[in-house]
């Protein structure tokens, strides 16, 4: 980390011709990349590292097509693709997710919310269909297309990721002919746009009362129905469904407007690619969420599982996908996944994963009939360690606690 801020501090020099005042990481949730906001007498931009050298040409490539299209992208204002670094404009901290949530507490989901989305969905045919028609797709990282290898790993991501780590029962030759036949209708949709990929509602800043869309690196040649159901269902986002449907109807005229649109073809597609997204989303909360314990991605699943659970009505053409239909209906009606991300009550919570005795279960000594048993030091300093700080630790009280118990259980084995 810190070769990389002396490089960014570098680059900053280079650009500004002043040092940086400060260079504080950002969180960047489930991506690989390293953000930091830096703070300068020349200027405050957000920094960029990320090892992966196609996928910076990628961003940069598209950042420039889409400022010459006039479209609220972050200005690139300087890049070093050997140190695998970029400074870009920093919008601040607001996205779309962060306005509904606050919003929502005081108006529900009110008419302000459906205008902000109708602006959001007005901008989203340009970056598929007015700077989709010049862009150089050969840049596109790590595909072209949208085509039939990209929905396979996003499948596979479903599949070994979620339904796997969510021990979920199906027959897996069955499961991919589904796959097979499922890939053979989605391909049946117009391609021939930009799909912008990750459009959601944290991707989506509003900075200055004005619009401004990020994370576009993955963005490649698709269809239109993708990115409208990225942003309709995003999970935690949770729109209402007749919100969802009103906005969907907007795009559909919004668009028309560009390219002429089968409203019935397009609907009907529109499912199926709404699934696709909702097994790629799966994937990512089993991968962030179940494997590696992120909380973040673990409470997405309960709002994906009801999302999930109205595409399988609005479906029917899943009845021809057998398997398929079957292992989203096994995830919809599992009451533990539904459970999960679920908030916890104040206090510590110490989870204890396993442990042993070599020589039996200790007698219990304190007549309290199994309620307390002994265990070994480290064991114990944790159940202490639990009970001195139930309540939560607001005031610094836990490590005053620590220490206390630490104190006392080097007292008790001297």
């Not at 269809?223 to 409208?228: F, G, I, P």
């Not at 790629?280 to 659970?309: C, D, M, T, V, W």
């Not at 202490?384 to 118990?405: M, P, Q």
Request: include cysteine; hydrophobic fraction near 40%; aromatic fraction near 14%.
């Amino acid at each position: 980390m810190l070769k990389v801020q002396d490089d960014l501090q570098e680059l900053y020099h280079r650009w500004s011709g002043q040092l940086a005042q400060g260079i504080l990481p950002v969180s960047a949730h489930g991506s690989c990349r390293q953000y930091y906001r830096i703070v300068g007498s020349g200027g405050g931009v957000i920094g960029v590292f990320n090892p992966d050298r196609r996928e910076n040409i990628a961003f940069l490539t598209l950042s420039a097509h889409f400022k010459r299209h006039c479209l609220p992208v972050p200005q690139i204002y300087i890049s070093d693709l050997d140190r695998h670094i970029y400074l870009e404009q920093d919008l601040g901290d607001e996205t779309l997710f962060s306005l509904i949530t606050s919003i929502r507490k005081t108006e529900h989901f009110s008419s302000r919310l459906v205008d902000l989305y109708k602006r959001v969905l007005e901008i989203l045919p340009h970056f598929q269909i007015t700077a989709g028609r010049d862009l150089d797709y050969t840049v596109c990282y790590p595909r072209e297309r949208f085509d039939e290898q990209s929905i396979r790993w996003d499948l596979n991501y479903f599949k070994y990721y979620f339904l796997k780590l969510a021990q979920v029962h199906f027959d897996e030759q069955a499961l991919e002919a589904d796959f097979a036949r499922f890939v053979t209708f989605l391909l049946q949709a117009d391609r021939e746009y930009f799909l912008y990929r990750d459009f959601q509602s944290r991707n989506i800043m509003q900075f200055q009362d004005q619009l401004y869309f990020i994370d576009y690196q993955g963005g490649r040649r698709g269809a239109l129905q993708y990115d409208v159901a990225s942003v309709l269902l995003d999970a935690k986002a949770d729109l209402p469904w007749p919100v969802r449907d009103e906005l969907l109807e907007y795009y559909i005229q919004v668009t028309s407007k560009l390219v002429p649109l089968q409203r019935e073809a397009f609907v009907r597609h529109y499912y199926g690619y709404a699934l696709i997204r909702a097994m790629q989303a799966f994937g990512a909360y089993g991968l962030r969420g179940l494997y590696e314990g992120k909380s973040h991605f673990l409470r997405s699943i309960p709002y994906a599982l009801g999302n999930l659970e109205v595409l399988l009505k609005r479906s029917p053409w899943l009845a021809q996908l057998p398997m398929l239909a079957d292992t989203c209906r096994q995830l919809v009606e599992s009451t533990s996944l539904r459970q999960l991300g679920q908030e916890a009550g104040p206090g510590l919570t110490v989870h204890i994963q396993s442990f042993s005795y070599k020589n039996g279960v200790p007698r219990d000594r304190t007549g309290h009939g199994g309620g307390f048993v002994p265990v070994p030091n480290l064991l114990q300093g944790l159940l202490l360690i639990a009970v001195w700080a139930h309540e939560s630790d607001c005031d610094g009280s836990f490590w005053r606690k620590t220490r206390l118990c630490s104190s006392f259980l080097t007292k008790r084995s001297a």
